[in-house]
């Protein structure tokens, strides 16, 4: 952005609270309202609300890039539910009448880049809220249409596709003489879009894509994986680059002497189930030096699986999983379990990475790859999700949210909180292309009355996303 400079200074910043600091937008704006009115006095006017207000807008006297003289940024710093703290900020000069607005992210890159899928199905899902970040790229695939990165945005999908037509619009009187053959093609996409505006055209999916991991398509409770998905990734090393996270030239030179070193140690590497070995591996968020821990664990009327710790000293990045050995089966495996005794909540779960869970009483849909994989009992992985859930995304005091979405978030969390504590009976089906996850079966040998396990056929979508089509045997 033009305005900042070496110049901001924001002392309170270091050594405050972070949850004084980015107050919902919400309680923002009932601050800044609620303050007394202006009064007077003998040595004048004393505008108290203009200083409730300056208290939460901080504001910085900064160079306007269009005519070199000194304008205003005013910063407010925010959180939005669902999400994370973010910085609004916007600049006007009063020389030139220039101004501008954007958001940045609060909060520190995140380990790994996201990307979020969602299905317009309605005109109400085109006011959905989109935090989009100066590292994001948008799409819509049914029109090729692509939105490159470029300044930060608090907006919504029919936001985004109105601004797509203002700047497509603005050199079109010119191009229609200079270069007719691209002025009747970019008027064929606006016509679409316009459409899509306008709620002629449904279905429709918007993908954002965020490197940087900073990005977010708003979350309705009890929505399906069809309709709005996330996909965590890693970076690859020229996004890294891009972001400043990495010198490309040094990490080359560090990869080839890793690379060497890691293939020559593959070759004498002993595995044992007695013992946890540690190799070097290659850090996926920053994608420097660091080490890895494994070892193997053997489950009982299952198969060997391996417990893998990650823990990176440059970035402080941390993860846990488990993965599967073994060859992949010509099948992949679904397994019902009937859940309606708190000692159910007991039994080991194994949810591997490719692997969805649905509780259809809870209207709980979690698409592969969610969580990742995790060795846990029944009840830590449905603790883990109502963490996430509930700290990540669910909050009452969201200016975002009116009273029924309101309600409804806390019905469902209500459900989820009452299946944990065993109040609840539901079913928990777990399906994995792979056959890779695992439900512990409490009467082996003989058959669980609770559980049912099917084997099923894999889609050719499935088999895609897997990469199986590419291998050749």
């Known amino acids: 952005m033009h305005l900042l400079e070496s110049t901001i200074s924001m002392p309170l910043l270091p050594d405050a ?49 269009n005519c070199r003289e000194n304008g205003t940024t005013r910063l407010l710093l925010t959180s939005i539910p669902y999400f994370r703290e973010i910085v609004l900020m916007s600049f006007s000069c009063p020389h030139c009448g220039f101004r501008n607005s954007e958001i940045q992210p609060a909060s520190e890159i995140q380990e790994k880049g996201s990307r979020y899928r969602f299905l317009v199905q309605s005109k109400e899902d085109l006011n959905r809220q989109i935090v989009k970040s100066e590292s994001c790229d948008c799409a819509f695939p049914s ?7 470029q300044r930060g945005q608090l907006t919504t999908i029919e936001g985004l596709l109105t601004e797509v037509v203002e700047d497509l619009s603005q050199s079109q009187p010119v191009r229609k003489y200079s270069e007719p053959e691209a002025f009747q093609k ?7 879009v316009k459409e899509m505006i306008d709620g002629k055209v449904f279905p429709f999916q918007v993908v954002v894509d965020d490197p940087a991991g900073n990005s977010w398509i708003e979350l309705s409770p009890g929505e399906s994986h069809e309709k709005w998905s996330k996909t965590e990734y ?11 996270l990495v010198n490309a030239d040094e990490e080359t030179q560090d990869g080839e002497q890793e690379g060497q070193q890691g293939a020559d140690r593959q070759q004498t590497l002993p595995i044992s189930n007695d013992e946890i070995h540690t190799f070097h591996a290659t850090c996926p968020s920053c994608l420097r030096r660091c080490d890895t821990h494994m070892k193997l664990v053997d ?13 990176c000293d440059n970035c402080g990045y941390k993860s846990n999983e488990v993965k ?6 010509p099948k992949g495996k679904r397994i019902t379990l009937r859940v309606d005794d708190p000692e159910d909540m007991a039994r080991d779960i194994l949810k591997s ?18 969580l990742g994989g995790r060795f846990t009992t029944v009840e830590g992985l449905l603790r883990e999700v109502f963490e996430q859930l509930d700290t990540r995304v669910f909050s009452e005091t969201s200016d975002s949210m009116d009273p029924e979405r309101i309600e409804r978030w806390s019905t469902f969390l209500r459900g989820l909180q009452d299946a944990i504590e065993g109040k609840r009976a539901f079913t928990l089906i777990l399906d994995d292309p792979l056959a890779a996850s695992y439900l512990q079966n409490v009467y082996a040998p003989d058959p669980d009355p609770n559980m049912t396990i099917e084997e099923i056929d894999r889609t050719e979508e499935q088999n895609e996303d897997l990469g199986l089509n590419e291998i050749n045997v």
């Open 17 to 65: 609270d972070n949850s004084n600091l980015f107050q919902p937008l919400g309680s923002t704006v009932e601050a800044i309202a609620s303050a007394p009115e202006a009064t007077n006095d003998e040595q004048g006017v004393s505008d108290t609300h203009a200083t409730e207000e300056s208290q939460i807008v901080q504001e910085i006297e900064s160079l306007c890039m």
């Open 143 to 149: 029109i090729s249409l692509e939105i490159p990165h």
């Open 186 to 192: 970019i008027e064929a996409v606006l016509a679409k």
């Open 234 to 244: 890693f970076r690859t090393l020229p996004q890294n680059e891009a972001l400043g």
């Open 299 to 311: 489950i009982p009327h299952f198969k060997e699986v391996v417990i893998m710790s990650t823990v």
């Open 324 to 329: 599967t050995g073994g060859e992949i089966p």
């Open 353 to 370: 990475e490719t692997c969805a869970l649905t509780i259809p009483e809870l209207n709980l849909d979690l698409t592969a790859g969610t």
